[in-house]
């Protein structure tokens, strides 16, 4: 089927399948090859790494371009400044031998720093796709969701295959005190702060955020000023969801969201909220304006930089954690329909396990 415009699972795959880009990986690295040192063969290579970040660098018919790109920047292009590509390269084998790399060979602190950091993100992230309800274990759902992840399980799984999840964890973990010891006045690449403290929220998210750890409790307040407590919701399975009224994406979640609350009604299930608002009648009036019928906690009057965000790391809005009964961290960072299959999976293990238990 060739793609005709129409915005149906069939003309997204048509479309997919179609996309000009595949082709063009190949080009630019055969051009990269011949082009030695040059700037041009540079800006070649980056382009494959844009692909890359637009399309996922295990599909088919680009994780070997991918891959090769990585290669030939250690290769060729050393004296090129690199500092910025350590927080744009993928999770994949060359990506952590690139960060590897520069991490002991930089020809700075500033880009021994970066590289060290972000092998320390990488191997977070990789620590999270080996985990068994990962985005990366997880067949792909709908027409479309079946045929991209037909182009990249084979790649995916070899990636993924015999990876020890403990020592993923330690070494990440490693990797961020070395950036607080070792270098702990380089500022980050933008320069807004210090990459040591980037460094510490990191070994704190990965001991108390990460998949499989219990989450910190929240003892607080809701918008209308009533006590409440996270850990109240032992026994259900708990979407919190972080928010705020300026946060568009924030917003247009809330009718997908009010789907889950009515399709899990009467069911082991709740939504919590947590609003960034800087003031209680903004957070109010957008509770009522959205009519949104759950609780949410308010982060208080320094909005985004509350207790509740700043315990739990937030740095994109909406952030997202799906709880189980135990209230261990099952799944980040899914949003809409990628909620509804995990959802129903751990309400419906809930529901089993007090039927097992009367």
């Not at 970040?53 to 400044?81: C, M, P, T, W």
């Not at 005190?177 to 070792?182: E, F, G, H, P, Q």
């Not at 969801?241 to 789907?259: L, R, T």
Request: charged letters at 30%; a negative charge.
């Amino acid at each position: 089927m060739k793609y005709d415009g129409v915005k149906t699972e069939d003309g997204s795959i048509a479309r997919y399948r179609e996309w000009p880009g595949w082709s063009f990986a190949s080009k630019f690295t055969s051009f990269a090859e011949d082009a030695g040192s040059s700037q041009e063969g540079f800006d070649a290579l980056l382009e494959v790494l844009k692909m890359g970040n637009s399309v996922g660098e295990f599909d088919q018919d680009l994780f070997d371009d991918y891959e090769r790109a990585i290669e030939l920047i250690l290769e060729k292009h050393r004296e090129k400044k690199l500092r910025n590509l350590c927080a744009q390269v993928r999770v994949s084998k060359q990506s952590e031998n690139f960060l590897r790399t520069l991490m002991v060979e930089g020809d700075s602190n500033e880009l021994r720093a970066e590289a060290c950091f972000f092998l320390g993100r990488l191997l977070s992230q990789k620590r999270d796709m080996c985990l068994p309800n990962s985005w990366a274990k997880r067949p792909g759902v709908g027409a479309f969701g079946e045929y991209s992840d037909s182009r990249v399980r084979a790649n995916l799984d070899r990636f993924l295959a015999n990876q020890d999840i403990e020592q993923l964890q330690s070494e990440a973990i490693r990797c961020f005190k070395l950036v607080t010891s070792d270098y702990p006045d380089v500022p980050t690449a933008r320069g807004d702060e210090k990459l040591s403290d980037r460094a510490r929220r990191e070994i704190y998210e990965l001991r108390h955020l990460a998949i499989g750890v219990t989450a910190p409790d929240i003892v607080g307040a809701d918008v209308d000023g009533k006590p409440m407590r996270l850990s109240d919701h032992r026994g259900k399975v708990v979407l919190l969801v972080f928010w705020a009224s300026w946060c568009g994406p924030c917003i247009g979640d809330i009718p997908h969201e009010k789907e889950l609350y009515a399709k899990f009604v009467d069911r082991p299930f709740v939504i919590v909220g947590v609003n960034a608002d800087d003031t209680l009648t903004s957070a109010q009036d957008s509770v009522r304006d959205n009519a949104i019928p759950w609780r949410s906690f308010w982060n208080g009057p320094d909005g985004i930089d509350g207790p509740i965000t700043t315990n739990w790391n937030v740095r994109a809005w909406p952030t997202v954690y799906v709880l189980d009964p135990e209230g261990t961290i099952r799944f980040k960072h899914l949003r809409r329909e990628e909620l509804g299959e995990p959802l129903e999976q751990l309400v419906t293990e809930t529901e089993t396990n007090v039927s097992k238990q009367r």
